[in-house]
């Protein structure tokens, strides 16, 4: 990949993105939280292959060189954390609705998983730091698997998903579409909050409707049918008591069995 290709075939929403490639690296998210106090604009960072690549609750990330997109996108925002809520739902509503304009329909799992045919095929990791004037970085962490090798997913251990007509895509073309709908939606965030994302998050619910559990390290806290998120990134879930509204802390939803 070659950032200054990619810098060019961005569009005029992603101008002012510095756009850095490295063959390899443990974790470009862990990378740009060491940055983010001397950074001074925004920053993406791409690595052909990541040998940390971390998920939600620090869980690993696997990835194959060629074969995924991992990048992470620092971003500054004004104000403090209480002001970032709902962000990682707001990055997935971009990445599908990229997604989908590029021919490849997929949805959402809440809090932070992209689907495609009921498998796992992206990651969203949003970390954050001070900003050394006022404000807060956001790290904006994402995993995308494009093909997925046998042994690969042997090693995950559970069935994942791919997009072979997007892995034959020029790679420079596809990440460029990526950030323009990552900046574009960051600005939107930045100026609305996730109320302007949660209709269309639901639109793009991959179990709405559906009996869900929702499990803390092995132990079912909730039952019900999913019912979407609100304005804050809640997932609210219908169940026998009433509407109740889930933080996503370190919870995760399950399809209940028929």
Avoid at 143 to 155: I, Q, R, S, Y
Avoid at 179 to 208: I, K
Wanted: with cysteine; proline share 3%.
């Amino acid at each position: 990949m070659n950032a200054e290709r990619i810098a060019a075939l961005s569009g005029a929403g992603a101008a002012g993105i510095a756009v850095e490639v490295v063959p390899e690296t443990g974790s470009t998210n862990a990378d740009l939280l060491a940055r983010a106090a001397t950074l001074c604009a925004p920053l993406l960072l791409i690595a052909e292959h990541q040998t940390a690549g971390r998920g939600r609750a620090g869980r690993s990330w696997l990835s194959a060189p060629g074969h995924s997109l991992t990048f992470s996108l620092a971003w500054r925002f004004d104000g403090g954390l209480q002001g970032l809520t709902g962000l990682p739902l707001a990055v997935g509503v971009a990445l599908v609705e990229t997604l989908g304009r590029l021919g490849q329909p997929v949805q959402l799992k809440w809090p932070n998983d992209v689907l495609k045919d009921g498998d796992k095929l992206a990651g969203i990791l949003v970390e954050t730091q001070p900003s050394a004037t006022d404000g807060t970085w956001a790290i904006v962490g994402i995993g995308l698997n494009l093909a997925m090798p046998d042994e690969l997913e042997e090693k995950i251990g559970r069935a994942v998903a791919a997009v072979p007509w997007l892995a034959r895509m020029d790679r420079d073309a596809l990440m460029a579409a990526v950030v323009d709908g990552l900046a574009a939606a960051l600005r939107q965030f930045a100026a609305h909050g996730f109320a302007a994302f949660s209709a269309r998050w639901n639109l793009l619910h991959a179990y709405g409707g559906q009996a869900v559990s929702i499990i803390d390290r092995g132990t079912t806290l909730h039952e019900g049918l999913a019912a979407g998120v609100d304005d804050l990134g809640r997932l609210l879930l219908d169940t026998e008591g009433g509407r109740i509204a889930i933080v996503a802390g370190d919870v995760s939803l399950r399809v209940k069995d028929a």
